[in-house]
């Protein structure tokens, strides 16, 4: 069965920063491009970053481009969001998910991935 763990969730103060992993198993890592996407309370679950299958060409929210970095590692199955300058705004639960391979680009839509893990909280203080 297809898994996906995250982990490396936690709390820390504004301009903080925290790396967050995604183990992966029962799939075919490199065909599925991968995506993080987060969800505060009250508000929809919003895109974050996604990175292609076999890594290389990424693409962030304008809310976090500059401070968040997505990659992956195939040999190990996990994909990785490392988080810089973090604000009380980005404070949500994190969800890694993994989209079909015939996206070449992977979508923006968290409707189009089909495979969820059951997220991290993330929590930032002022």
């Known amino acids: 069965q297809v898994q996906l763990v995250e982990s490396g969730g936690g709390s820390v103060q504004a301009g903080g920063s925290l790396r967050l992993s995604c183990a992966a198993s029962g799939l075919t890592f490199t065909n599925y491009p991968m995506g993080w996407f987060r969800k505060a309370p009250g508000q929809e679950r919003e895109f974050v970053t996604a990175?292609?299958?076999?890594?290389?060409?990424?693409y962030y929210a304008d809310s976090v481009k500059g401070r968040f970095t997505i990659s992956k590692d195939n040999a190990k199955n996990t994909v990785y969001l490392q988080m810089n300058i973090l604000k009380p705004e980005d404070t949500a639960v994190y969800y890694c998910?993994?989209?079909?391979?015939?996206?070449?680009?992977?979508?923006?839509?968290?409707?189009?991935?089909?495979?969820w893990g059951r997220g991290t909280q993330v929590t930032i203080s002022s």
């Open positions: 990175i292609r299958m076999r890594g290389g060409s990424t």
């Open positions: 998910a993994a989209a079909p391979g015939y996206y070449r680009n992977p979508p923006l839509d968290p409707y189009e991935y089909r495979y």
